[in-house]
């Protein structure tokens, strides 16, 4: 069982930063899979980044590549999304999520069992 809760959303203007944390609770060892997604209203929900805990490698997508770094703390039971050059179009609902079995980078919220309640994130123009 994993347990994740997000922190760190708030309201910025265009440009500003902000960045999110997800501490996990549970087995450590048991999660192979992290990630980020977003969801705004009357959107799918759409993935930001994924974190792979046993190499510590990243992949963000390309609508934030360049703005948005995904890190782990030195306990790695948190994960965080830095968030840079925020953009009225970022604003949503972030959510982060884990599974207990790694499938490469496929970055679709179906292959992720376990998530966050969210934190709100509104960038104003």
């Known amino acids: 069982q994993i347990w994740l809760m997000e922190s760190g959303g708030g309201s910025v203007q265009a440009g500003g930063s902000l960045r999110l944390s997800c501490v996990a609770s549970?087995?450590?060892?048991?999660?192979?899979?992290m990630a980020w997604f977003r969801q705004a209203p009357g959107k799918e929900r759409e993935g930001v980044g994924m974190?792979?805990?046993?190499?510590?490698?990243?992949y963000l997508a390309d609508s934030v590549k360049g703005r948005f770094t995904i890190s782990q703390d030195n306990t790695k039971n948190t994960l965080f999304l830095q968030m840079n050059n925020l953009k009225p179009e970022d604003s949503a609902m972030y959510y982060c999520?884990?599974?207990?079995?790694?499938?490469?980078?496929?970055?679709?919220?179906?292959?992720?069992?376990?998530w966050g309640q969210g934190t709100q994130v509104t960038v104003s123009s």
């Open positions: 999520a884990a599974d207990l079995v790694w499938r490469g980078w496929r970055l679709n919220p179906v292959f992720f069992a376990y």
């Open positions: 549970g087995d450590r060892d048991s999660r192979r899979s």
């Open positions: 974190f792979h805990p046993a190499d510590g490698d990243t």
